[in-house]
């Protein structure tokens, strides 16, 4: 029609999307953690650490820890190891470390467990001793709390290590464990390192990480005898499950087991050098 005014083209607005909701964590609590995130692991293993030797003195001897001190004691003042041998000696020796270099010897006229008991007896100050037994099983509450700090670190970030490493302090088991003379906290921290390493190895199978897998193996397999059983399953749910999720093809599954094929061997060799060498 003649005077109308041609239609004006309708401009679409383009809508952005709202920013996402940052609350306290985002922005305070998180920058907050992954500033200082050694410092409070630290601070949080260095308390979980007090709570424990606050025990030395609280608890009694358990039925296990003077036969564990005694073939510790036997290792490193005789340089023998016939007392008793279900066990392998890493944490036994760390038990009876602190008491040997306080002067502690067998009286060697028992059996194991008896004997255990009359050393700590007739010890110049057997609190002292039994303390002393205790003290040499808490590096294996730093490794394990370690390896919790480092593996949370590498896959999910600062904040979220020291989280979880504050939870793992707060364990019970963790901390009984912690506080005995006895195998069972070398196992779990040795175990959890070795595993942990075995990833690394996984991804990036250099020869220092060859090296690396080697030694925390043997040292998991010096701690206790189950590690023997525990590392070789664990290994094998996590490769199938590897497999599962992405599954590269038979031919390059055979060419990944080949390249690590050297770097294996060079953990096998250095695991079984570390267990000869304690041996």
């Not at 510790?72 to 036994?92: D, F, I, K």
């Not at 190895?201 to 005898?225: I, R």
């Amino acid at each position: 029609m003649v005077g109308k005014k041609p239609k004006q083209p309708v401009k679409i607005r383009r809508v952005e999307p709202a920013p996402e909701a940052r609350g306290f964590y985002e922005k305070r609590l998180a920058p907050f953690l992954a500033r200082y995130s050694l410092l409070l692991a630290v601070c949080l293993v260095t308390a979980a650490s007090a709570r424990i030797v606050a025990t030395y003195s609280q608890l009694s001897l358990t039925v296990d820890e003077p036969g564990h001190f005694a073939c510790g004691l036997e290792y490193l003042s005789r340089h023998v190891y016939e007392y008793e041998s279900q066990h392998p000696p890493l944490a036994r020796a760390m038990s009876a470390l602190g008491p040997y270099l306080d002067g502690v010897r067998l009286r060697g006229h028992l059996v194991r467990n008896a004997e255990g008991v009359d050393v700590v007896l007739h010890s110049p100050n057997p609190q002292r001793t039994v303390a002393l037994m205790r003290l040499g099983i808490l590096p294996f509450f730093w490794l394990a709390s370690l390896v919790v700090f480092v593996w949370a670190r590498r896959d999910f970030g600062r904040p979220v290590a020291v989280m979880a490493t504050g939870l793992f302090t707060l364990i019970p088991p963790v901390l009984a464990h912690s506080g005995l003379a006895t195998t069972d906290m070398a196992l779990a921290a040795c175990a959890g390192a070795a595993f942990f390493t075995l990833i690394l190895w996984a991804e990036s199978p250099t020869w220092q990480h060859s090296l690396l897998l080697g030694a925390a193996s043997a040292l998991a397999v010096l701690s206790k005898f189950t590690a023997l059983g525990f590392l070789p399953a664990a290994a094998v749910a996590a490769l199938l499950f590897y497999l599962a999720v992405k599954w590269p093809g038979w031919r390059k599954l055979a060419s990944l087991a080949k390249e690590r094929a050297a770097m294996f061997a060079l953990a096998v060799l250095t695991g079984a050098l570390v267990v000869w060498a304690c041996y």
